[in-house]
């Protein structure tokens, strides 16, 4: 630990009133240049379950040779003539790890990120307090989203890992301002500069790399730079990029500073727009007036692609993308579903809901094999260019199902004459048995299900209405599921085609 800095302290503990650090959770020492020492009052962080609360200890403190054997010394990190950390003194830890860790900031690259904003070399210290304890799943989701709140990491992400874990930060001196040093492009001389701020005098080495997709190659640079020398040329005029990577070193060959960066392959454009908006009159804006104004708008897209990606860069993309999804598929959020009830809640928390979860979806496909009119002023206001609504001409008796599309074909006429154009919802009554209900939101690759308990023409009337996200296999098979359906969707089970005397 640096002798000649105070370290601003962190330390969280699961416990009661009358001995709040029962439980030792997550503690972070970093760095500061906070010249005085100080120990502030507990702060109860709220109840994790019944009779325990998540409690915070912090502190600027001068903390050298807190380690004794397998044990961190407590009370050199919290303490003065004012505070003392109640009935505790030490943390047992079972492993010791040391990192080299840097800010994340490309999405190519993988691990836990640094929680400031600097290369830092770490001392991880595990604790194996809170997985001996008696928390069900609702309590530890409970907790991991306070613990992101109150630190600003992603606890209910990767950043999880770090539940039992005190972390010592060794930072460089500007920890606490901008990076002295950085890569700067010329775009009229197509040039890359090394740029060291006035205020850092120090010699350093500069190990540059850069990358090319035609050749496949890498055009590698070790330079010297002097503590007099502000800006350098690197001597690079490649215009073939996919991105470049560069790691500063003092004389003594100690890693300052890394960095990169990895080049767009692919730009979407996208351009709305904007017609006004109109009033809509349906059976739920008579109700709720927050659905009565949707806005008429136009979307164009265009993508332009890179027309030489290399492999490599292809299979991190998609190694990253895969790990995205293991990590969302356990990210506590509200993704996860919502209950609304029907004395409490109206169509708009519905629609609010989905599309504070999902901004902008390539395609929406709902499948409700009872589908009639209702669905009409939910599939209008979602955030997407495109709607598929799968029904069934089995489900419902003839006269039932006959009624339901010519209400259907009506409502879209007359919010096509009021110049809203509903050929982005497209209905099908597919002759196939089915009965339960998705929604189904495609961006790309990405894929989110959500199961619904009631058709949509029944939201809200008689019963509560529940949005439960699916994951694992079952979202898998509800995928494959619903593809098949989707499969069997053509021109002659398109709404417009369909005739009453369908069989």
């Avoid at 998705?438 to 949005?467: H, Q, R, T, V, W």
């Amino acid at each position: 630990m640096s002798k000649d800095l105070n370290y601003a302290n962190w330390l969280y503990f699961i416990g009661t009133k009358e001995n709040p650090t029962q439980i030792f959770i997550y503690g972070l020492s970093i760095p500061t240049k906070c010249p005085i020492e100080y120990s502030l009052n507990i702060e109860d962080k709220g109840s994790i379950k019944s009779g325990t609360h998540l409690y915070l200890f912090r502190s600027v403190k001068r903390i050298n040779e807190i380690v004794i054997g397998n044990n961190i010394d407590l009370a050199k990190i919290y303490s003065d003539d004012k505070h003392i950390l109640p009935n505790r003194q030490f943390l047992n830890f079972i492993t010791q790890q040391h990192f080299i860790q840097k800010y994340e900031s490309c999405p190519v690259k993988h691990g836990i990120q640094s929680p400031i904003g600097s290369l830092v070399s770490l001392n991880c210290y595990y604790s194996k307090e809170f997985f001996e304890t008696d928390f069900n799943n609702e309590e530890i989701i409970h907790l991991l989203q306070k613990l992101a709140e109150d630190t600003n990491q992603d606890f209910y992400g990767d950043y999880s890992r770090r539940v039992g874990c005190f972390e010592i930060l060794e930072t460089q001196p500007w920890a606490e301002s901008m990076c002295p040093f950085y890569i700067e492009y010329n775009k009229d001389e197509k040039q890359y500069y090394f740029v060291k701020e006035k205020n850092f005098n120090e010699d350093v080495t500069l190990l540059f790399k850069r990358y090319y997709s035609k050749e496949e190659k890498v055009f590698e640079k070790l330079i010297f730079i002097q503590k007099n020398q502000q800006k350098v040329s690197l001597n690079s005029t490649f215009n073939d990029d996919l991105g470049f990577e560069y790691s500063v070193y003092n004389v003594n060959g100690e890693l300052l500073h890394k960095d990169y960066v990895i080049f767009l392959k692919t730009l979407s454009m996208k351009t709305t727009i904007n017609g006004g908006t109109r009033k809509i009159k349906d059976k739920f804006s008579k109700k709720d007036n927050n659905l009565e104004i949707i806005p008429l708008s136009t979307e164009i897209k265009s993508i332009i692609k890179s027309p030489d990606i290399d492999k490599e860069i292809s299979f991190i993309k998609d190694s990253h993308e895969n790990l995205l999804n293991i990590i969302i598929e356990n990210k506590v959020s509200e993704k996860e579903g919502q209950w609304f009830n029907k004395s409490k809640n109206v169509l708009s928390d519905i629609v609010n809901y989905l599309n504070s979860l999902h901004v902008q979806s390539s395609e929406v496909i709902i499948v409700d094999p009872y589908a009639d009119d209702d669905t009409i002023p939910l599939a209008i206001r979602l955030k997407t260019s495109k709607i598929k609504i799968i029904s069934s001409c089995k489900s419902l008796p003839k006269q039932v199902l006959a009624n339901n599309t010519e209400r259907i074909k009506l409502i879209k006429e007359q919010l096509n004459n009021m110049n809203y154009n509903t050929n982005t919802i497209k209905y099908y009554f597919i002759n196939k048995n089915f009965h339960d209900r998705f929604i189904m939101f495609k961006n790309g690759k990405e894929i989110e299900i959500y199961c619904l308990p009631n058709s949509l023409n029944a939201m809200l009337k008689n019963d509560d209405f529940l949005i439960l996200r699916l994951n694992g296999k079952v979202k898998q098979q509800a995928i494959l599921h619903i593809n098949q359906l989707n499969s069997l969707c053509d021109n002659k089970n398109l709404l417009e085609n369909i005739k009453n005397d369908i069989d």
